[in-house]
């Protein structure tokens, strides 16, 4: 897991658009990419898990307001597609 500080987040508010409703973003990787991610999500134990550890590395009080996950883009899309094949599965 890379270790970045908050300010290395370059997500300035004057440079970010707001994600749609239902949405929120995270920036993810040394190159800190964008991702948009629907709410529903956040239900997700590996997505749970993975919040859980950005808040231990970088805490959620940023003066940006903005959610740095401590993963590369490859995990983290490994983690969207899991997160999006168990929400689109019909419950047992």
């Known amino acids: 897991m890379m270790i970045m500080r908050k300010e290395q987040a370059g997500c300035n508010k004057e440079k970010r658009s707001r994600a749609p409703k239902g949405h929120f973003v995270v920036y993810v990787g040394e190159e800190m990419r964008r991702f948009v991610v629907p709410l529903s999500y956040l239900r997700s134990p590996p997505f749970q898990q993975l919040l859980e550890k950005a808040a231990e590395e970088f805490g959620f009080q ?20 899991i997160t999006a094949s168990s929400s689109s599965s019909p419950p047992p």
Request: charged share 10%; glycine share 0%.
């Open 62 to 81: 940023t003066q940006n307001n903005c959610i740095v996950l401590p993963c590369d883009v490859s995990t983290f899309q490994m983690i969207l597609e």
